[in-house]
Every structure is written in structure tokens, then in C-alpha cells.
């Protein structure tokens, strides 16, 4: 006989996704001589404020459909913040205790959040110590470790339950190049990538998939080596995306393409994205952001048209003391100028040299 709180917590969860409806894709302006349009996904939109969400309540249906989660569970996980919101949310919501383990130097908007929807934080000095804390916490308290990093390519359904894919798809159904050329995500648990990467494959889509990389992360000498170990060991400025470490959820066989991306590229294209558009986001929808415009000055080049497809990972709100503070960029060593001037040179006249 199945679990009657089993049953109303996936109930409650569904009743979340069809309250929250749909992420808007909004249009970045082109030069409309140039023939090809550019999409962002707005994730912000979600009630915890990030692609996360999706992600979130797929962990937690996936804990709960396989029998790992009931109603005395404490859920844990290992995440540098964005992904941890969005599980407190849910924590909160079926009456479960949450505690986040995460790098001390997250930012203090994110803490402030997960800590409002009643989550707990603990913190390790060197971020790579996250996992084995997480681990070691849930075995502790008999609850659940939500474990991110190994279960978000296989947690979502690739062919329809919460398929970020398919909402894309039926967006862009009406539009002039209703098939992007590329679909460009980051790599955070490689969880976004293999939806994309299965879901253009699994429907014979003529899509190619480009993940993009911020500074020291490992994802992008994992794919060129091909070595599933690869590490760098060094934690990335940009939150979300990037990691020291490939992560077992991320799937290299389901993407086409990688670039690496400048960390003060990122932070420049979210500046510039502000200002142009008024859209306020994260570090990583600026590494999404300068990603799209490279492929995008490749078509040109090739005297080619058609649509690309990238995301607003999150709101830009929870960054203002890092992203958005001259201070802390110049603590960081980091000159945006060089970056913005030639995206500004691109947009103007299509010279991304």
C-alpha cells in the first residue's frame, strides 16, 4: 500500500509547478540585418528565483518516488547556494528540517534566503570538503542526502516532466527559426546540459548544444581530455556553474561544443545585459551570455541565420554586494572594460575580433 504522505507530497509539489506555470523567453536585441534572433529563458521568474527550482523539486520527487524521503527525512545537500533556496523551499513546504552544506565565501543573499525559508547552513573553509560533510551529516541524522552533483541528470525527466527542453520548444514554435542552431547552458551539475543534450536527440531536432565554463572550472578539461577524474581543485567565482571537480551528473556524450569564458567576460555581459534590457542577473547568465554572442558572431561569419537559445540563470539581486560592486570586482583583480568594449564593438557593428 503506498504512503498517504507520500501521496500528498508529491501532490503539494505538482501543485507548486502548475501555480509557478511557465519561465518567459524574452528577446536580447540584434541588429536585425543580421537574420538571427537571440532568446533568454527567464528563470529568474521561479518562486525561489532561479533555474534551480526545476531542478529542486526533481530531487525531491526523485527522493521521494524512490522511497528515500519521508515524513520524518532531513534533507541535506551540498551546493554553493542557489540550488539550496529552492530545496529549502520545498523542505519547508512538506514540513521537512533542510540543512545546506556550502563554501563560507557564498554569498550572504543567498544564506540570508535559505535561512528564510527555514534551512539550515554549515559552512566548510575549502569547498571541495562540502561533499563528504553532506554526506557524513545525512548519515548522522538518518535523513537524506539530495546529492545534486550525481542525481540531476537523472532526476528530470528528459522527455517531459519538468523539461526545461520542451518548454523552449513549444516557446519558440511560433517564431521565425522555430529550431535554434544552438542551445547554450553552463555547467553546474551537468544536469541542464543532458536535458538539452537528450531532449534535441530523443525528438531529431537539428540543434547543437554548446555548454559554456567559467575560470577555474573542470568540466571543460574533462570534456577536451575526455578524463571523467579531470580536477582543477580550485572553486569558481561565478556561482552556480563551474566546479573543481567534473561532476558525475554532467554527461560530455550530449553536448557538441565547450567555451571557456573570463570571469570578468561574465561580469561584464551582466552589466551590459542590465543596461540594455533591464533585466538584473547572475554571474552565470553573463558566462551564458558571452558564450551566445560567440557563436553567434561564428554564424555571421559563416553567412548564416537562425536562433540561439540561452538562460537567465537567476536574479542579479542576490549579487549586488559582489557582482554589481565596483569594489569587490577590483578586490578580485578583475578589469571588465577590455570585455565590455568589445561586446559593445560586436552589437554595433558585428566585429567580435
Avoid at 571537480?245 to 551590459?272: K, N
Wanted: proline share 5%; charged share 25%.
Amino acid at each position: 500500500m503506498r504512503d498517504a504522505w507520500v501521496d500528498e507530497a508529491i501532490r503539494l509539489l505538482e501543485a507548486d509547478a502548475n501555480r509557478s506555470a511557465d519561465t518567459h523567453l524574452h528577446v536580447f536585441p540584434l541588429p536585425p540585418e543580421w537574420g538571427i534572433d537571440l532568446y533568454l529563458k527567464d528563470e529568474s521568474v521561479h518562486p525561489t528565483g532561479s533555474l534551480k527550482h526545476r531542478l529542486a523539486r526533481s530531487l525531491i520527487l526523485y527522493g521521494l518516488v524512490n522511497g528515500r524521503i519521508g515524513p520524518r527525512t532531513t534533507l541535506v545537500e551540498a551546493s554553493s547556494g542557489s540550488t539550496a533556496v529552492s530545496e529549502a523551499y520545498f523542505a519547508r513546504m512538506l514540513g521537512l528540517d533542510f540543512v545546506a552544506v556550502m563554501p563560507r565565501r557564498t554569498s550572504p543573499e543567498k544564506i540570508e534566503l535559505i535561512e528564510h525559508y527555514g534551512g539550515r547552513c554549515q559552512f566548510v573553509d575549502i569547498p571541495s570538503d562540502m561533499y563528504p560533510e553532506a554526506e557524513r551529516l545525512a548519515v548522522e541524522c538518518g535523513g537524506h542526502y539530495l546529492d545534486q552533483f550525481t542525481y540531476a541528470e537523472r532526476a528530470t525527466d528528459w522527455r517531459g516532466n519538468n523539461n526545461i527542453a520542451e518548454s523552449v520548444f513549444q516557446q519558440l514554435s511560433a517564431e521565425r527559426y522555430p529550431v535554434p542552431t544552438w542551445i547554450v547552458v553552463g555547467a553546474g551539475t551537468g544536469g541542464t546540459s543532458a536535458t538539452f543534450g537528450r531532449y534535441v536527440r530523443y525528438r531529431r531536432h537539428e540543434t547543437t548544444i554548446a555548454v559554456v565554463d567559467p575560470e577555474n572550472s573542470a568540466f571543460y578539461g574533462g570534456w577536451q581530455t575526455g578524463a571523467a577524474d579531470y580536477a582543477t581543485g580550485m572553486p569558481s567565482r561565478i556561482e552556480g556553474i563551474g566546479r573543481p571537480r567534473v561532476e558525475p551528473s554532467f554527461i560530455p556524450s550530449v553536448i557538441d561544443e565547450m567555451i571557456q569564458v573570463p570571469d570578468a567576460a561574465s561580469i561584464a555581459a551582466i552589466r551590459l545585459l542590465r543596461e540594455r534590457t533591464r533585466r538584473w542577473a547572475g554571474g552565470s547568465t553573463g558566462t551564458n551570455l558571452w558564450g551566445a554572442f560567440e557563436l553567434i558572431d561564428r554564424m555571421r561569419r559563416a553567412g548564416q541565420q537562425g536562433s540561439v537559445v540561452t538562460l537567465i540563470c537567476d536574479a542579479g539581486d542576490r549579487y549586488a554586494h559582489t557582482y554589481y560592486d565596483d569594489a569587490w570586482v577590483a578586490a578580485q583583480g578583475l578589469d571588465l572594460a577590455p570585455h565590455r568594449e568589445r561586446m559593445e564593438r560586436f552589437l554595433a557593428g558585428g566585429d567580435w575580433s
